[in-house]
């Protein structure tokens, strides 16, 4: 049977005019899956809100005008990508409210976790009509698509109760770790400081804001610990402004580094942190991290407890600067319970491998696809 190898994935923005990268879990998410369909014989290309076309690292991205934005989606975006796609017999719709007003034949929609699980997002607030009809065309994206590939079971759990019937639409393929780069380094020296890390975007429903006043708190409790605070912020002013905080907080470091030097961080570290508010699937920061052997603390949310076992391989709390506090301090205090949280985060993340990812994906496109050849 002859195949038509190409396959269109539709996302927000990947990156932007200035070639600029956020890094953040889903972008990094994106690459691997590109480099994914290229190793299986296909050949993907990108498309996003933009003014022009590139050729990125070999990977083919267009630029689509970004048009209403609307209950959380794009409407015109997915209607340029539509249009502009016929040629292509294979799409992936990159996040679920890019899925609509239409889904092209043999469309796969990946969830990368709840999105609206806190006060403050504007879908929260919705009701009567405008709650209505956010709903409807969210179960246009579920049920017009071939699959949903979720990346965590919160997300299932959520639409399964919302919209019972429709399982067989719906897949788990939890995130991944590239366990070549990212294990154990050798144990520290005597003396050595006690380094907590936040690799995160800046953004407050990160945790961020919960990290400061506890690093600014521990900090001098302790004068052999140092927070390491690692990522990018939406625009340059954001960093800069992390970069004077810094300044003022004697041991609170900010910088940011390219990917493929964040093993090295993850090794380094003692403790890692991942206080997430919402809006979190299957972290790959936080299983970088248990890769490395490295104890977490994170927030009770989203996919984050289909890794974390409290109290076993990490521990996870409700993010308040309190619990924070809380939390880091016990991992200080007590080196002994670092040392089995980081061990069994370890043993852990051995059922995440990059490996087991791509198998599922293989799976998953074989069902949907029909594709003999992979």
């Known amino acids: 049977m002859n195949f038509d190898r190409r396959v269109a994935i539709l996302t927000s923005i990947f990156i932007t005019e200035g070639d600029r990268m956020m890094f953040s879990g889903a972008d990094r998410y994106l690459v691997h899956l590109c480099e994914f369909l290229e190793e299986s014989g296909y050949e993907p290309c990108v498309w996003q809100v933009g003014s022009e076309d590139r050729l990125v690292k070999g990977l083919r991205i267009r630029g689509l005008p970004k048009g209403r934005a609307e209950f959380g989606g794009l409407p015109d975006l997915n209607i340029q990508f539509f249009e502009n796609t016929a040629g292509y017999d294979k799409a992936i719709y990159f996040a679920l409210p890019l899925a609509f007003p239409r889904v092209k034949p043999n469309s796969i929609v990946i969830s990368h976790g709840i999105g609206w699980d806190y006060p403050a997002h504007t879908w929260s607030p919705l009701s009567g009509p405008l709650k209505e009809e956010w709903l409807r065309r ?13 990346v965590d079971t919160n997300t299932l759990n959520w639409l399964r109760a919302t919209w019972p019937g429709y ?14 780069e990212f294990y154990p380094g050798e144990d520290k020296k005597s003396g050595e400081s006690l380094v907590v890390l936040y690799p995160r975007r800046l953004t407050w429903i990160r945790g961020l804001d919960d990290v400061k006043v506890v690093a600014e708190r521990l900090t001098r409790r302790y004068p052999s610990l140092e927070f390491h605070i690692v990522g990018r912020g939406g625009t340059d002013d954001s960093e800069a402004e992390m970069n004077g905080w810094a300044k003022e907080n004697p041991r609170c470091l900010y910088y940011w580094v390219p990917m493929e030097n964040m093993p090295d961080l993850y090794r380094m570290a003692d403790i890692v942190v991942i206080p997430t508010r919402a809006a979190e699937g299957t972290s790959l920061a936080c299983l970088e991290a248990m890769a490395c052997g490295k104890p977490v603390i994170c927030g009770h949310v989203g996919g984050l407890t289909d890794l974390v076992i409290d109290g076993y391989n990490g521990i996870l709390i409700n993010v308040s600067p309190e619990t924070l506090e809380e939390a880091v301090e016990s991992l200080i205090l007590h080196p002994e319970l670092r040392q089995t949280l980081g061990r069994q985060a370890l043993e852990t993340s051995f059922q995440f491998s990059l490996e087991r990812w791509k198998e599922r994906w293989r799976k998953t496109l074989r069902s949907v696809w029909g594709d003999d050849e992979m």
């Open 138 to 150: 969210l179960h246009y994206a579920v049920t017009a698509c071939e699959l949903v590939v979720s």
């Open 167 to 180: 399982e067989h639409k719906q897949a788990y393929i939890p995130n991944f770790v590239d366990r070549t």
